[in-house]
């Protein structure tokens, strides 16, 4: 049976994957009883969309494909803590719990650009979701696919 960080390296390969195709380094996956279920990388420049996290696209796909009961057991792994707007999408699909690599407090620190520093964990408290938020996890490791790009 593989691990939280077993599936955070995944995540965080994915997210490698993502630089590779021309966009920025964000990966993610949901598993669901012990099994990989969907995975998505960014592709925000690719496809010219705003939306397109993985964590959100992720969510969407996961709302409209999983039963409820699949959601409230389903784990989303991801190499970077999600945004606002993807912490409301999982809020949303009724996910049971998020475990991410890098902070958002480490991205800000990193980037020269803006980030928004609201952590995931506050979205989904203050939204009165019931999603679990755990991490960072092996955020080093995170980290340097995001030093590498930015």
Known sequence: MATDEDYVRD?????RLA???????FGS????D???VRTA???TRTDDDIAAHPE???????ASELEASERESCVMYTSTEPCPMCASAIVYAGLGRV?????????????EDSVIEIPCEEVI???????????????????TVHEAFY
């Open 29 to 32: 996956l949901l598993v669901v």
């Open 41 to 43: 990388e960014n592709t």
């Open 99 to 111: 475990v991410y690599s890098v902070s958002v407090d480490s991205l800000a620190a990193l980037r």
């Open 19 to 25: 630089v590779e195709h021309g966009n920025t380094p």
């Open 125 to 143: 408290e203050r939204s009165g979701g019931s999603t679990t938020v755990e991490g960072p996890v092996l955020e080093d490791e995170g980290l």
């Open 11 to 15: 995540a965080i390969d994915i997210s």
């Open 56 to 62: 959100f696209k992720l969510a969407r796909w996961a």
């Open 34 to 36: 012990d099994s990989v």
